[in-house]
């Protein structure tokens, strides 16, 4: 027992080695600098320079776009992945694949080819204009940034509720419709119902990276909509503040604590209603 | 039984991935009537059941309801209610507002209060003995209790008609021959006619007002559960309701028929002369006798213990027989055997004819399988 024990122990070591590498050791270094200042002395600053208002703006627009781009993932996502679940297993298949296809190319290349499409002089414009439509400023607009969070986020929503839709019974939507329900309630009672907790991981995994990104409202906002983000990486990268940079990161980790939180609370409640 | 006739099939055929399922059924369910579907695994019980359901919809033919034509009524616009297979609970909903569930969904065009769903509720919770559990959480009760919440849920909506999908086959034995009685006592109670889907011909015999037996995609024989045992109308019948020995014999006359090389006296009618027919003998309709008072006379293979008799298997011309006896006779010992006109049953030829021969290769693998729990499709 004692012999296996160790063994066991043995196997798990390369992921607490990771785990102190690469999660506790850098949030210790978050913590040591959000808490110092330059000289490495106690202190509260850090935090107290965060009530300026324009730092408040940049996490109130932050929370905001995050919001907006987790409630359209979702309302694009579900039907997706409800139409997915539908289909036969090897459709499903083909159809998870494309729906992944595009995360196999680098964040950047793709970032990139939205400004290409969504700028004036750009390819959408300029086949609106053959039509004598336009051209329509949509580059470096906040529907722009929310549009490029949406895309590349989009597949985190459709998986997590497609997994759980493709293992629901077929015989409880046999039953309800049994029971008098009509395809639309057959959804709303029972399935969708079934489906909160793909929802939640959803929800989740698009709402934790759009409040953190940067450098999509870099290229598709053009600088005029700084995210916490690109805030943080501007300490780090030109300010050189680590320890104001430290003391956002900190506080963005509390937000999305937060906010997952109350979610989930959501969640346990009543398995219902979310939004 | 009332004779208001309540559902009918009228040459309904159903094929799945060109596999025939249902072969040109013709099925009439009377008011108040508790109607078993009968048969093994793939002979398309359960596709019967679900066109009645409205989950299939046949390929030609008519289902007819109250007279009228409900091919493509869908599911939540019949008056029918089933309860499934493992019975399908809502997960995510607890006793209460499983059974509830019918009443939520016209609670608002109705203008059911809260109050009336709560009577209705525990009145369906009494009539299954399921008191108290309203706040329970429907994954952890047990089959049984589960097997009551889906009984419940479906009889909420007072439908016409129930649809019972082996609702027991989950069950253990002992809670199995309670719900049996229960379910015939809400049937009685309620005065709702049941269809019910079975593979297990003693459920089918003790619970039923009629029994369709179905084998290939037809119906092979329809009747109470007493004609059906004592007049199967060809093989398949004789063998999958009881035990049988199915012999070939040749009808001489009326009245008269010989097997195994001996002719006996009948009481059936009508063949044509010197007609070959499929002789049904019930294991417990042999009398055992000394060889010399014997009709036929052979020598005893094995002999089993079953507690109320013993399983006696004994060669006669090559044919053995199954006989069950309250007497113990010795394997090897030469036996004869004596047969009352009353216990012979002539069946004219079919197709199932010489596929269900003697007890030759009779074991108690074999008698498993004549139970077999597992699901259709």
Redesign the interface.
């Known amino acids: 027992m004692n012999k296996k024990s160790l063994i066991q122990k043995a196997a798990a070591s390369p992921h607490i080695v990771w785990s102190v590498l690469f999660i506790i050791a850098p949030l210790i270094f978050v913590m040591y600098y959000a808490f110092t200042d330059k000289d490495g002395n106690f202190t509260f600053s850090n935090f107290t320079e965060l009530f300026q208002a324009s730092y408040l703006e940049i996490f109130m627009r932050s929370v905001c776009f995050a919001f907006l781009a987790t409630v359209l993932c979702l309302i694009i996502a579900y039907p997706i992945a409800y139409f997915i679940a539908k289909a036969k297993p090897k459709t499903q298949k083909i159809l998870i694949m494309l729906v992944m296809l595009p995360m196999w190319m680098n964040f950047l290349i793709r970032t990139y080819s939205w400004m290409a499409l969504l700028e004036d002089t750009g390819i959408i414009n300029t086949f609106l204009g053959i039509f004598g439509i336009g051209p329509i400023h949509m580059i470096n607009t906040a529907g722009a940034v929310i549009l490029g969070m949406v895309y590349n986020y989009l597949p985190y929503m459709i998986i997590p509720i497609h997994s759980v839709l493709s293992k629901v019974d077929n015989r409880l939507l046999e039953a309800a419709a049994d029971l008098g329900s009509n395809p639309f309630t057959v959804i709303t009672k029972v399935v969708f119902p079934l489906s909160v907790p793909g929802i939640i991981s959803g929800i989740t995994m698009v709402f934790v990276p759009s409040i953190s990104t940067f450098y999509i409202s870099q290229k598709l906002g053009g600088g005029n909509f700084d995210l916490i983000g690109d805030t943080i990486e501007r300490q780090f990268q030109t300010a050189y503040n680590y320890n104001l940079g430290a003391s956002m990161s900190f506080v963005l980790m509390l937000i999305i604590i937060v906010s997952m939180t109350i979610m989930n609370k959501y969640a346990d409640d009543d398995g219902g209603v979310i939004i | 039984m009332n004779e208001k006739k309540i559902i009918e099939l009228k040459g309904v055929s159903k094929t799945f991935d060109d596999e025939i399922i249902l072969d040109n059924i013709d099925l009439k369910v009377y008011e108040k009537e508790f109607m078993t579907l009968l048969g093994p695994s793939g002979c398309g019980k359960t596709t019967t059941l679900r066109i009645i ?3 299939v919809t046949p390929d030609n033919g008519e289902v007819l309801f109250d007279d009228v034509k409900i091919n493509d009524v ?3 616009k019949r008056h ?3 309860v ?3 019975y ?5 909903l607890n006793v209460y507002e499983n059974i509830a ?2 009443l ?3 609670q608002k065009k109705e203008k059911l209060s809260e109050e009336e769903i709560y009577e209705r509720v525990e009145e369906m919770l009494t009539m299954v003995n399921l008191r108290g559990f309203e706040k329970k959480d429907v994954n952890l009760l047990s089959g049984g209790q589960q097997q009551r919440v889906a009984i419940a ?2 009889l909420i ?1 007072k439908p016409r008609v129930l649809l019972l999908d082996e609702p027991l086959g989950a069950l253990d034995l002992k809670l199995r021959k309670d719900m049996q009685n229960e379910l015939k006592n809400i049937q009685r109670r309620t005065g709702i006619t049941f269809i019910y889907v079975t593979h297990d011909q003693e459920e089918a015999l003790s619970m039923s007002d009629t029994v369709v037996v179905m084998a290939n995609g037809k119906i092979q024989q329809i009747g109470s559960p007493t004609d059906i045992y004592n007049e199967p109308e060809n093989a398949f019948v004789a063998d999958f309701i009881g035990e049988s020995n199915i012999i070939d014999g040749v009808m001489l006359d009326d009245f008269k028929v010989r097997f195994s090389g001996h002719e006996f006296e009948c009481l059936d009618k009508g063949f044509g002369k010197n007609e070959p027919v499929d002789v049904v003998v019930r294991p417990e309709d042999v009398d055992v006798v000394p060889v010399d008072k014997g009709m036929l006379c052979g020598v005893v293979d094995s002999v089993t213990f079953k507690g109320v008799h013993y399983e006696i298997i004994v060669t006669i011309n090559k044919f053995k027989w199954m006989i069950q006896s309250t007497d113990y006779v010795a394997p090897s010992q030469k036996i004869g055997i004596y047969v009352e006109p009353d216990a012979i049953h002539i069946m004219k030829k079919s197709e199932f004819s010489g596929m269900f021969g003697d007890y030759s290769s009779f074991s108690d693998e074999l008698e498993h399988l004549s139970d077999v729990t597992e699901e259709e499709e």
Request: hydrophobic content about 45%; proline content about 12%; cysteine-free.
């Open positions: 359901a409205g989950f869908p599911p939540h029918v209610n089933t499934f297979q493992k399908a609970l809502f997960p995510h569930f019918a939520r969904l016209k849920r479906a909506n």
